[in-house]
C-alpha cells in the first residue's frame, strides 16, 4: 500500500483496492469468509449501527484516516467511504469465484452502468431511470441506500466493479459542493464507455 504523503482521496483509493485485492488472494481463507460474511450483514445500515463490521473498516487502516478526538468526533469521511465501498463489494461478489483482477480491467462506475444496457435502447432507458434517481439523491448516504439494485444487477450480469474509484466518489459527496461533479463524473464515463463500444462496433 503507498504511503501517507498522498491525498486523502489517493491514500483512499490504494487502502480499498490493497484491501480487496488482499480478500480477492485470501478467498478460501476461513477469516476471509467471515469478514465478507460480517460485510454483507451490514450492508445498507450507517456505519454508526454497522459496529460487527468496525474492526475489519480499522483493522489495517492508514493511520492517516484516524485522529486524537476519533471518539468523540463522528468518522472521517475516508472511513464512512471505505465501509460504503466494502459491504458493496461483499455483496456483488456474493458466490462468486472472485480473483485478483489487473485495475485497468475494471470498470469505473459510470462505464459499468452503460455495460449493463448491453447496447439495447430499451434497457438503455431502463438504465437510465436509475441513474437519475441515484444522481438525485442529495449526499453520500443516500446514494449508498439507492445504489444497492445497481449492485444487484451488475452481480446478476457478472460485471465487475472498480471499488477503489466508488470509494472516492462517496468520499467527494460526503464535499460541500461535490456531488454535482461526481454525479457529471458518472454520466461522462457512462457515455464515454457506450462511444467505445460504438467505435469498436464500427471497427468489426
Known sequence: ???????????????????????????DLGKTKAELAQLRKDVGKSFEGAQGSWPIILNSMPDKFFNSSEYIKPAKKEVIASYYAFTLFAFH?????????????????????????QGDDEEEIRIMRRIKMLISQK?????????????????????????????????????????????????????????KKRENKNGK
Request: with cysteine.
Open 139 to 195: 449526499n453520500a448516504k443516500g446514494i449508498y441506500e439507492k445504489i444497492r439494485p445497481i449492485i444487484q444487477l451488475l452481480k446478476s450480469e457478472h460485471i465487475e466493479l472498480d471499488y477503489g474509484n466508488l470509494a472516492c466518489d462517496f468520499y467527494f459527496c460526503m464535499q460541500d459542493n461535490e456531488i454535482d461533479k461526481i454525479s457529471y463524473k458518472w454520466m461522462k464515463d457512462y457515455y464515454s464507455e457506450k462511444a
Open 93 to 117: 461478489y456474493q458466490g462468486w469465484n472472485i480473483t485478483e483482477t489487473l485495475e485497468e480491467q475494471i470498470p469505473k462506475f459510470g462505464q459499468a452502468l452503460y455495460l449493463l444496457t
Open 1 to 27: 500500500m503507498k504511503n501517507n504523503d498522498e491525498k486523502p482521496s489517493q491514500l483512499l483509493k490504494h487502502y480499498v483496492d490493497f484491501q480487496i485485492n488482499t480478500w480477492k488472494t485470501t478467498k
